[in-house]
Structure formats: C-alpha cells, structure tokens
C-alpha cells in the first residue's frame, strides 16, 4: 500500500514522529488530568478566603452589666466557630462604656504586630506586652510603635443589651 | 543461610546497583563535611519521632493541648519522644544552618554544584516552615499569639497581604481550622516536599562527586574542572563507605547523643496556658529559630518597618539564590575568600546576640506584678510616699526601673532626681514624648506633684 503513494515516507522517521506525537499526548493528558484535579483541592482549601463568614451582631451584656468610664474585656462567639473549636469558638474584646448610652468597642490586637494589648485600669492606658506600643483610654496611640489607634468594632444598643458587629481580626 | 543471602542479592540488585554507589570514590574530607549527613540523620530523627506523637496527638482546638499533655505526663516515656522533637528541631535548624555556612566557606556551591547549592536551599527554606509550622501545634496561649503576630507580617505585604493572612489563619481569626491547617501542612506536605528535595539533593551528590577540600590558588573553571575532579579523585579518591562514611556515622551519633541526653535532664518545654483567644495574658515570642527576627524587628526605627518586614527576608532568600549564580567559578578556599569569611561571622555573631537580646527583651513593659524595692520606699514619708504608690499604680514602673525594679522601656529613673529638675520632670510626666504617654489628663496636679516629688527625691 506504501508503494503506491507517490512520496513514500521512511520507516525511520514515521517511527519518530508518531515517538514524539505520543510523548506530547501522555504528557499533555497527564497535564490536563493534574490541573483538573487541582481546581477542587485548591478551591477546598482557599473555601475561608472565597466564601469570608459574615457579619453578625452579638449579644455581649446589658447596658447595666457596665460603669461609665471603665473598660472591661468581654468574651463572645466567633463570627463563624467551627464545631470542634472549643476554647477558640471565642473571641473578645475591651468595651467601653464612655457614658450613659455610649459604647467604644477595641480589638484585643495591638495595631503594630497583632500582639494582645493589656489595659491599665489605674493608669488608664492600654500596654502592648510585645514592643511597649501604648494606647490611651479612646484607643489612640500614646507612645511606641503602633501605626495607627486600635481597631473598632461597630457597637449598638438594642433593648437595653449592648451588642457588637463581628469582623475578621483586621491588621494595620 | 547463604543461599537465601545470594537469592536477595540477586533478586535486589545490592552487590550490582547499590553496592558501587555507597563505594563510589569520594576525595578524602575532613570532619566538616559531615555536618550535612548530620542534619539528615536530625530529619530522620524528627520524622520517627514525629510519627510516634502523632499516633497519639489530637489536632483540635479542644484537645490539643490536653492530648500533648497526656504525652509528656501520662505516657510511658512520652516525655522523652517529645524531649527528642523537641531537642530534635533545634538541632536540624542548626545543623542545616552549619552545612549552608560550611559549603559556602569551602565554596562547594560553585560549578558544577550549582543545583545542590539551590536545592539545598530549598531544604533550608522547608526546614524552617517545619520549625514555624510546628510551634503551633503546642496550642499554648505563646504559640497560639506568636501566629498572630506572624499573620499581622503576612498582612504587610503590599497588595496580597490580607490573601496571605487569609491563608495562614485558614479564616478569619486563630482558631480550629488554622489548627488543622498547621497540622496537616506540618506532618504531611513539608515533610513530602522535604523527601522530594533531599533525593534530588542526595541525586546530586552522587551526580557531581563530593567537592575536594579546596586548596588556595586552585581555581574553578567551567572549562577544566571536571576532568580535574576526575583526576584528583582518581589520583587519592577512597570509596565513601566506610572510609569516608565512618566520620559521619561517628559525628551523627555525637549530635544524636547529646539530643537525647538533653531530652533526658531538660525534657520538652512546659506547655505553659492553654490557647485562649480570650486571654490576654501572653507574651508572644518564637522560638529561638525566628527570635533573632523578632528582635531584629523590634530594634529597626519603626518608619521603615513596613519595608523591613517584606523586603529583609525577600532580600535573604534571593541572595541566596543568586549566589551560585553570580560566582560560579574562581577560587574556593576561604583562605583567599575574606568577605566569605566575613559574611559567615557577621551573620553568626548577629543572630546570637539578637537572640540572646531577644530573650532579654528589653522593648518590652514588664507586664506582670512589679513593685518598688523596699529599700527605695523605707525612707519616705507625705507626698513622697503617695509618689511612690503612684510610680507602681499608673504604669510608670511597668516601663521604668528604679533600684532594679521595673521595665527597661523607657530610661532607668534610679537617679533621675540628680538628672531633671521637679520642673523638667512635670513637663515630661504631663506631655510625653517619644515613646512616652502623656499623663495630663489621667493625673490630678495633687497626683503630679506627689510623682514629681517622689521621682525628685530618686538620686
């Protein structure tokens, strides 16, 4: 049959191209099966930054529960705890209560690098216990190396409970 | 007996395949070419040891930290497993860090040992995530808020920042996916990518031949190295095993005895509080392997921070990159190398002394009950006293130090009375400065003045 054609191709070089027609098509294959596998895993394991938790108001306390002109730190549910969370189901904050019907909710993380700040009730000031950033009562900074005041969280008053927006630990 | 012997030599190829790679003829090295085998034998140390906790470890939130200590209280000789991970890592961490210092003094990163210089450094790179990766998994309140802090230097990234965060966390805060997360990326996909390079690692060696111990004047050239290679190992080359191989053996067993040894007197760390995102008692710190870090960015004038914290570790990772990359060829030894020299002292000498500094912290207020000695508050009496009480109520002593009491925040005001004059001293206690909160709105001037005269009285 080979004969007939009027520009028979050699043996050697049919063998070769179909060598590197199938190398390219295993290869290829082998790719495309890779890929298609990696859009679920990599979707699976980047789900918390597609799909963030929402925001929720929080029950944290009574209006009563807190005194003008102090600042507590009030435990509360995560945004979005997962079932076997235990302890860290749990976030907090500092809540101030600045006067009748007036709240200041704080994070917990100091702007400069995320470390827990400490509040002085005496001294009335917030104390980073990492790099000495320090904060006065209204959260602005007061000395070191926070860029900026603490973060706020939004607090509302709703029947007489005060509750709290929840948002993501947020960095300067 | 002999036969079943001769069968599996025949049917595993040992006398055929791997008998003349273990033999393969190496130049004779000194003690200092072990070190490499050293850290191998660390990681295969840390990965037995590992699999054993793991058969008993819980990577959950809740039991966690209650599971670790059944195995260092409750566990027959759990204490000893997790005393050798724990000794275990450092010693890898140093280990490799050695080798890295050893092959670039004796230039052995250059052609045609590129690839084992830059594989090597992937290793480097890894070793360190395993480091990072498995402070965590302790679940105690210092490893759960040195993540934090990790994740707020991730967010500084420019543009892929708060991605970065998100990844690290595995959500939105620290918690049990963030838990699983470090877990799983500790146990499993470091440890595969580690395999991974350590055979192309280990490929290579036997690929370009152990590096001869340099000689001064002898230097690399693309064009007549291998042949001379060739030669030299020709000329005075020994198998590896055992004539090479006894030295590592004996090195290896050296560093494995003195992790067990401190295993047996030190034992692991204490595990300290629980993680509790709800506790703010911390105190924040790495592990010796990123302190020196840590310090690093608490010393750094804080305009450039954010900077700093991206651009140094960018900055270290492509230097060591483009190192064989740039010198390739030219001479070895370190004799004729003096910046080499210089760069390996520079770098150990730093990272001791900020580590050290780390521990010290002095950047840091001292946060936990602290009073004036009571020999600085015998002799007072009126203001003075109230002062005194004021000095430890307000938070000044938590920055502070007076006769040795105090924080080394801000100045040592043990003679500050000989230093100020009582106007000075109100001036700065009211407005502040530098790192200083200014105190005019939280004292009353009966409060101002009984501090001023306190602190007056301190010669």
Same mark, same amino acid.
């Given at each position: 049959m080979d004969a007939e054609r009027p520009n028979p191709v050699p043996a050697e070089v049919e063998v070769e191209s179909r060598r590197k027609f199938l190398s390219r098509v295993s290869l290829g294959l082998s790719a495309l099966a890779g890929a298609v596998v990696s859009v679920p895993i990599l979707a699976y394991l980047l789900s918390p930054l597609i799909r963030p938790a929402p925001s929720q108001w929080r029950d944290i306390g009574a209006v009563g529960d807190f005194r003008v002109g102090e600042t507590v730190e009030v435990a509360y549910e995560d945004p979005a705890p997962l079932?076997?969370?235990?302890? =860290?189901?749990l976030t907090a904050l500092w809540l101030r209560r =600045?006067?009748?019907?007036a709240f200041t909710a704080f994070a917990l993380?100091? =702007?400069?690098?995320g470390c827990p700040v400490n509040w002085r009730q005496d001294a009335e000031l917030f104390l980073c216990p990492c790099h000495g950033g320090v904060y006065y009562a209204d959260g602005s900074?007061?000395?070191?190396?926070?860029?900026?005041?603490l973060t706020q969280y939004s607090v509302r008053i709703e029947n007489d409970r005060v509750q709290v927006l929840t948002q993501p630990v947020t960095f300067a | 007996m002999k036969s079943i012997l001769c069968w599996l030599d025949d049917r595993l190829g040992f006398s055929a395949n791997v008998k003349p790679l273990i033999e393969h003829p190496v130049p004779p090295?000194?003690?200092?070419?072990?070190i490499g085998s050293a850290t191998l034998i660390a990681f295969t140390v840390q990965v037995v040891t590992g699999v054993a906790l793991a058969f008993t470890?819980?990577?959950?939130?809740?039991h966690a930290y209650e599971s670790l200590n059944f195995i260092t209280h409750?566990?027959?000789?759990g204490n000893i497993v997790r005393g050798i991970h724990f000794w275990g890592s450092s010693a890898m961490v140093l280990l490799i860090g050695m080798h890295a210092a050893q092959v670039f003094l004796v230039g052995a990163f250059k052609f045609p040992r590129e690839m084992n210089w830059l594989s090597g450094t992937m290793l480097l790179l890894f070793t360190l995530g395993m480091a990072f990766t498995g402070q965590?998994?302790?679940?105690n309140q210092d490893a759960y808020w040195a993540v934090v802090v990790a994740a707020a230097q991730a967010a500084r990234?420019?543009?892929i920042g708060d991605w970065l965060t998100g990844i690290l966390f595995?959500?939105?805060?620290?918690?049990g996916a963030t838990l699983t997360r470090f877990y799983a990326t500790h146990v499993f996909m470091i440890p595969a990518i580690i395999f991974g390079a350590l055979g192309l690692h280990l490929y290579l060696v036997i690929r370009?031949?152990?590096?001869?111990?340099p000689v001064p004047g002898f230097v690399v050239d693309k064009k007549t190295y291998r042949q001379r290679y060739e030669e030299i190992v020709h000329k005075i080359g020994v198998p590896f095993w055992p004539d090479a191989g006894w030295k590592d053996v004996v090195f290896a067993l050296a560093v494995g005895s003195i992790v067990v040894v401190l295993a047996i007197i030190f034992g692991p760390p204490d595990l300290g509080t629980?993680?509790?995102?709800?506790?703010?008692?911390?105190?924040p710190r790495p592990d010796w392997y990123f302190l020196w870090y840590f310090a690093l960015l608490a010393l750094i004038?804080?305009?450039i921070e954010d900077f700093f914290i991206v651009a140094f570790p960018a900055f270290i990772g492509l230097l060591f990159l483009a190192l064989p990359l740039l010198?390739?060829?030219?001479?070895?030894?370190f004799r004729r190398r003096p910046w080499a020299v210089g760069v390996v002292a520079f770098t150990a000498v730093s990272i001791g002394s900020l580590v050290i500094l780390g521990y010290q912290a002095?950047?840091?207020?001292?946060?936990?009950?602290v009073t004036l000695p009571a020999s600085v508050t015998a002799g007072l009496s009126g203001p003075q006293l109230d002062g005194a009480a004021l000095f430890e109520r307000k938070g000044c002593i938590n920055c502070h130090m007076i006769a040795g009491s105090?924080?080394?925040?801000?100045?040592?005001?043990?003679t500050v009375g000989a230093r100020l004059s009582p106007d000075q001293l109100t001036w700065r206690i009211l407005n502040g400065g530098h790192n200083m909160p200014a105190y005019a709105t939280t004292l009353t001037p009966q409060e101002t003045s009984a501090l001023v005269a306190f602190l007056a009285s301190q010669r």
């Open positions: 079932p076997w969370a235990g302890q =860290t189901a =600045t006067a009748d019907q993380n100091c =702007t400069h690098l900074v007061a000395g070191g190396p926070p860029p900026l005041p | 090295t000194g003690w200092d070419y072990t470890y819980v990577p959950t939130p809740d409750v566990a027959i000789l965590l998994l302790r679940w990234v420019p543009v595995a959500g939105e805060t620290v918690g370009h031949g152990v590096s001869e111990p629980k993680a509790d995102p709800t506790i703010v008692e911390a105190y004038p804080s305009n010198a390739p060829v030219g001479e070895r030894s002095p950047w840091s207020p001292v946060l936990g009950d105090g924080g080394q925040r801000g100045p040592n005001l043990t």
